[in-house]
């Protein structure tokens, strides 16, 4: 550990193991420090089922739920978008090798108490219960205009500028009702809430195409899951960073970041060992004094003994419920996952509702999310605060990542990491650098 | 099912630092031997394929390195997913490498529960001097046990000795293995490993969409 390092990385979380993967693919010498026993953090795959029911103080279940060893349990559940950053970030750092996915089967908005497919092309929007006669048809001609809309080509813009005008004026543009545009903000474009109305047009087009570019690739849905769970995307970029020649080391608490002249960072101590270097990069939970709450999350896993209703016992689902549905300021995500992914026995099901909280009393928040999945079998509620970094690192050079968001997708967590690699590196990360090199040893 | 696809079998190597998993991964891909001095560690080194034929079978070898993860921390469990066949490595000259191969074995077992095992006894070049580790102890070890070890070899990357037989051997126990085991995967829907191909990856075996 006594040595001297372009960067030490704090925490194996999947933002940390991707920026200690690009950092050590750009040529940095980096120390990858966990002061847990295992890789992941708070985006590990727990495993055994066991260990899930110790970390909550819950008695073991015994063989209720089957093999306890069939399960990974993420505690932050999120899916991957097929052609969202992530996947740019996989496929270019060649870490895709290491994984596998499959389709998560349906995806899902829910209106006025039920759930309804989420449409995306014409033909699914004529064909869509969540909309009256009048209302399908104008849909379906918003979707014509995202679709055909080239950014490049101001043709195809239809006398209104979408960097200039702004998403309600689109809306009205089309004639959209509220509810159409509830759907298509939030379980289409993914917005978490109606700031976005204010926005330029241009960005939600933007995330339209993202949504059916994602759909196109793949089927089903929009989105994408590791077989054995998320834990293996951390691991992944872990792998990719010793490769890379990166250091690890688990399991080694840590007593203090050094400042030195100007409160700029000049190494990490542990124990009576300092690494010395240039930058650290870490998660909130290693600089405490550093960060600031923003707000509370709450997520609840839950064990299911059957897939959720109205869903045509989809094996994995995500149901998006908009927050004017339920009257919040922000939405409820509501995901589905099972044996079919290696992470639950067979038979079995694991459900997550997460959102962010508004009130003194999350859990009744979430109600709405739960009744969808019961009978609940189990429930596992975690409430935690979301934490931002105080300042942008330039001073201490010390680069902190922002907790994990309640959405049930990586977009934000892609933006918050390349945000960092730029704030850290001063460089855009260039996703061509690795993508070649790697692949010439497999010939 | 009617594929003709050469099917390929994910192996990966095992063992404590220094026993030379990375000398024969460089053995098994280039044939070639990098003596201590000028070996930096595992850098740079993931996985390889190399075709085997198993009489009329191909069959692709997907050997796998640990990028040294070991040194300091230990190798992710991800390392071991999918994998169809283990090899865990010591050193001859090296009694600690042997004694720790228990600890190994039991995360093999953990996280890639359906690996056939297999032990290599490397640094067979020891010149005169004895041997740490005797075959003896060797085939207690694996009666411990039980069925789980598959096979045992002794090979030396320095002189380039008994590991092509290994990997020929190993590539005929994983091809008797998987006749069977083949044939019940095909009836289950395959994942599937993104890529950069535009077109979208169909799976074929897979149940269509019926919504």
Redesign the interface.
């Known amino acids: 550990m006594n040595e001297e390092y372009d960067a030490i990385v704090l925490g194996t979380g999947l933002k940390e193991c991707i920026l200690s993967g690009m950092l050590s693919v750009s040529g940095k010498k980096v120390l990858h420090i966990d002061r847990n026993k295992y ?1 992941g953090g708070e985006s590990a795959s727990i495993t055994p089922l066991e260990e899930l029911f110790q970390r909550y103080g819950l008695e073991a279940p015994g063989e209720r739920f089957g093999r306890g ?1 069939d399960w990974n349990v993420d505690l932050i559940p999120k899916f991957l978008m ?1 052609n969202g950053q992530l ?1 740019k970030l ?2 270019h750092t ?1 870490v ?7 389709s998560i089967e ?1 995806s899902y908005v829910y209106k006025g108490g039920k759930i309804a ?1 989420v449409p995306v092309d014409q033909k699914e929007a004529l064909a869509s219960d969540l909309m009256g006669m009048f209302e399908k048809r104008r849909f379906r001609n918003f979707l014509i205009y995202v679709q055909d809309f080239r950014e490049d080509d101001p043709k195809t813009w239809k006398d209104f500028d979408p960097t200039k005008s702004n998403m309600q004026g689109l809306y009205d543009k089309f004639g959209l009702d509220k509810n159409t545009q509830d759907f298509t903000g939030h379980a289409l474009a993914l917005f978490r809430d109606d700031e976005y109305l204010n926005e330029p047009a241009v960005n939600t087009i933007r995330r339209i195409k993202l949504y059916s570019d994602s759909l ?5 849905s929009p989105y ?1 899951y590791p ?2 769970g998320l ?2 995307l951390p ?2 970029f ?2 990719l960073s ?4 990166g ?4 399991d080694k608490p840590i007593d203090e970041i050094v400042l030195g002249e100007g409160g700029k960072v000049v190494g990490v101590r542990s124990g009576d060992e300092i690494a010395k270097c240039k930058q650290v990069y870490c998660d909130p939970s290693y600089v405490t004094d550093k960060v600031r709450k923003r707000g509370k999350v709450i997520r609840c896993i839950c064990i299911l003994d059957h897939p959720i209703a109205s869903t ?1 016992d989809a094996l994995s689902t995500q149901i998006i419920i908009p927050q004017k549905q339920v009257g919040r300021k922000s939405d409820i995500y509501v995901s589905l996952v099972s044996s ?2 290696q992470v639950a026995s067979k038979g079995w099901f694991v459900g997550m509702v997460s959102t962010t909280v508004e009130t003194e009393n999350p859990e009744i928040e979430i109600k709405p999310g739960l009744d969808l999945l019961e009978p609940i079998a189990q429930k596992f509620v975690t409430i935690s605060d979301y934490l931002e970094p105080i300042d942008d690192g330039a001073d201490s050079q010390i680069f902190i990542s922002e907790s994990y968001d309640a959405t049930t997708h990586f977009e934000t967590t892609c933006l918050d990491v390349l945000n960092i690699f730029k704030r850290g590196t001063g460089e855009t990360f260039d996703f061509s650098k690795i ?1 070649h090199e ?1 692949g010439d ?2 010939q | 099912m009617a594929t003709v696809r050469i099917p390929r079998q994910k192996v990966i190597l095992c063992g404590d630092y220094g026993v030379g998993k990375s000398s024969l991964f460089r053995r098994f891909t280039n044939n070639t031997f990098v003596s201590e001095s000028d070996r930096k560690s595992t850098l740079g080194l993931d996985h390889i394929d190399r075709e085997y034929k198993v009489g009329d079978k191909q069959i692709k070898l997907q050997l796998w390195d640990t990028g040294g993860m070991e040194r300091v921390a230990s190798v992710t469990s991800s390392y071991y997913k999918f994998a169809e066949g283990a090899i865990l490595v010591f050193a001859l000259d090296n009694a600690a490498s042997f004694h720790s191969l228990s600890q190994h074995l039991l995360d093999i077992v953990t996280y890639a529960e359906n690996a056939k095992i297999f032990i290599c006894g490397n640094k067979s070049d020891l010149e005169g001097r004895e041997p740490e580790v005797s075959d003896e102890e060797v085939e207690a070890f694996c009666e411990q046990c039980h069925t789980l070890i598959s096979a045992t070899y002794k090979t030396s990357c320095k002189i380039g000795e008994g590991i092509d037989e290994m990997f020929q051997d190993i590539s005929r126990q994983l091809v008797q293995a998987n006749r069977s085991k083949m044939e019940l995967h095909a009836l289950e829907q395959k994942s599937f490993q993104i890529d950069t191909a535009s077109e979208p990856e169909i799976n074929e075996e897979g149940t269509s969409c019926s919504c």
């Open positions: 890789y060893r097929a996947v996989l496929i060649g895709t090798r290491y994984l596998e996915f499959k349906g497919k196109a690739r793949y089927g089903k994408l077989m054995y834990g293996e691991q992944g872990a792998r010793a490769i890379y020649g250091t690890y080391m688990l045509k079919t992914h993508k790697l040893e497999e």
